[in-house]
């Protein structure tokens, strides 16, 4: 006889005198065992035969009051009940009276799972070093992976929305309150093995990651010189640590971020002793350069949650601390989210603390570049160090370079008696929202169109953002003019040439038109894609 993750929550009747037992009436020096089974029965019924249970051990068998399995989450009920071999999540789901088993409550549909990680859709082997993963487990089993492969030059795909805990209204309101979901996150790369690969989260969304650590930590823990991190969305996210670095990136070098957005809310109490020990970021942590000359770009990102630096010594929503000469270049990048911390706070970069001397007090400039960036975050730091791009400049000279870029509040950067800022960047949020977006935000360099479109479909009003918004990331833009109003250009064409780059879906529209209408058949020729359409 094997029970295991079994309850008995009827009324068993006897009036007999012989085989009297709530889960075996009657057994003939049976053997086996019983494990994780609760009985919600009259007190005075053995769980078997008589007083005796013969050969069966029991294993935490025991009686209990209806009223403490009736409020339990589903992090208590894996430990009531865990998961047996073979199945990827406890069987059992919440119910207002008693635990259920989830295969028959219509109510469930498999929302809240405990997530066990997949690792077996990687096997190193891949001839295009490229692999998809779709589900909550395989996103874990990266995670796991990680901790010994760094995937350098490896690309790894999202090919559906993955959610890792179940997200309903005040859900992450209830985790800042001290409630803990019931799958907790394991960072992306470590400080041994940091990740080194491509993250392409092909325009899908991340929601429900509950990170709570005592040591520096993020989605990726750390990263490497390679890595990439592109389209995709984390949404419904907390992120907290008592110790060490914070951010979506905890600490380390990036190439390229691109086309994420992130309303993750993050929360500091890591207590600092020197520079660079506690800093909290909504994008990154601490950002290490790659080497000096080598750029770190951000292009269309958006950092639209909450960062909260307790006891740190900085707070930002793309990079909270830069210890090390490097150079940045911010493209279409907005900050909306509310930073907070008692000492050096940006709407971009918390503290930069080094400089591009060459000596003297001759500098590099140009070395910290913003085209078409807008804050309009609530920025709150000490009144020393509190900017609307940066919160703190250590050093006397700083290589800022800003164009077509404007933020709210007094100061774009919060250190006083550094080199002057170019005046018109700072902006009250009247002029944003009476200003054309194509005014504010011309086209840049290669770019098809403008990035940056009005924050509803019906123009910019004070019951919604009140600003321009990146249209990647904007639904009413992507649903009702992203798609449907197409444009058909076929300026990119030339008889004379035999390779072509498409970029957008007018250029698409119009090798279509030109193939279908036109003598042109492109035979010898090529036609390349220059991004995603």
Same mark, same amino acid.
């Given at each position: ?33 019983? =494990? ?21 051990? $029991? ?27 073979? +199945? ?49 487990? +395989?996103?874990?089993? $990266? ?46 790369? =470590? ?18 990651? !509950? ?23 984390? /949404? ?23 086309? /994420? !957005? ?16 506690? +800093? ?38 793309? /990079? ?64 020393? !160090? ?44 009247? !002029? ?11 086209? $840049? ?62 250029? $698409? ?25």
């Amino acid at each position: 006889v094997e029970i295991a993750n079994c309850m008995v929550a009827g009324h068993v009747n006897f009036t007999g005198t012989i085989g009297k037992g709530v889960l075996i009436g009657n057994h003939n020096n049976s053997t086996g065992s019983m =494990t994780n089974v609760y009985l919600i029965a009259e007190p005075t019924i053995t769980p078997l035969q008589g007083a005796t249970n013969a050969g069966i051990t $029991l294993n935490n068998v025991a009686r209990v009051e209806r009223s403490s399995l009736s409020n339990l989450n589903q992090k208590e009920l894996l430990e009531k009940f865990p998961i047996l071999d073979g +199945e990827e999540q406890t069987a059992w789901v919440c119910d207002n009276g008693t635990p259920v088993l989830k295969t028959f409550a219509s109510w469930w549909k498999g929302r809240e799972k405990a997530i066990i990680p997949n690792t077996s859709w990687y096997t190193g082997a891949s001839t295009s070093k490229k692999y998809e993963i779709t589900t909550a487990g +395989e996103l874990y089993g $990266l995670a796991k992976l990680s901790q010994t492969e760094d995937f350098t030059g490896w690309t790894i795909t999202l090919g559906a929305d993955i959610e890792l805990n179940l997200i309903e209204e005040g859900t992450v309101d209830s985790w800042k309150n001290g409630e803990e979901p019931l799958n907790k996150w394991t960072p992306i790369g =470590t400080s041994a093995n940091p990740f080194a690969g491509t993250f392409d989260g092909q325009g899908y969304t991340i929601s429900g990651l !509950y990170l709570s650590a005592t040591e520096t930590a993020g989605m990726f823990g750390y990263t490497g010189a390679t890595t990439v991190l592109k389209n995709f969305k984390l /949404v419904d996210s907390y992120f907290k640590t008592t110790a060490g670095i914070l951010g979506l990136v905890g600490k380390g070098k990036i190439t390229l971020m691109e086309n /994420v !957005y992130s309303n993750a809310y993050l929360e500091s109490s890591a207590p600092y002793s020197t520079a660079g020990t506690a +800093e909290v970021g909504g994008f990154v942590g601490i950002l290490e350069p790659i080497d000096a000359d080598t750029v770190t770009t951000f292009n269309n990102c958006w950092f639209d949650g909450e960062v909260l630096g307790k006891t740190t010594l900085s707070a930002a929503g793309f /990079v909270s601390y830069i210890g090390s000469k490097m150079t940045l270049e911010f493209n279409n990048c907005l900050n909306t989210g509310k930073i907070t911390c008692a000492n050096r706070a940006g709407g971009y970069i918390g503290w930069i603390n080094a400089g591009w001397w060459v000596s003297g007090s001759t500098f590099e400039a140009n070395k910290w570049r913003f085209n078409n960036c807008l804050n309009v975050g609530e920025i709150s730091g000490s009144a020393t !160090y509190t900017g609307s791009y940066i919160g703190h400049v250590a050093t006397s000279v700083i290589s800022l370079a800003l164009t077509d870029s404007y933020g709210t509040g007094t100061k774009l950067v919060g250190t006083a008696n550094r080199d002057t800022i170019p005046s018109g960047h700072i902006k009250d949020r009247e !002029y944003l929202i009476n200003t054309d977006e194509t005014i504010l935000f011309p086209a $840049l360099s290669g770019e098809k169109e403008n990035a940056w479109v009005s924050d509803n479909a019906n123009g910019w009003n004070d019951t919604d953002r009140g600003t321009p918004i990146l249209a990647t990331f904007a639904e009413w833009w992507i649903a009702n003019v992203g798609h449907d109003e197409l444009t058909v250009d076929f300026s990119w064409y030339n008889d004379n040439d035999t390779k072509f780059t498409l970029y957008d879906a007018g250029d $698409l529209g119009g090798l279509a038109y030109l193939v279908n209408n036109t003598s042109e058949q492109f035979t010898g020729k090529t036609i390349i894609l220059g991004t995603d359409i």
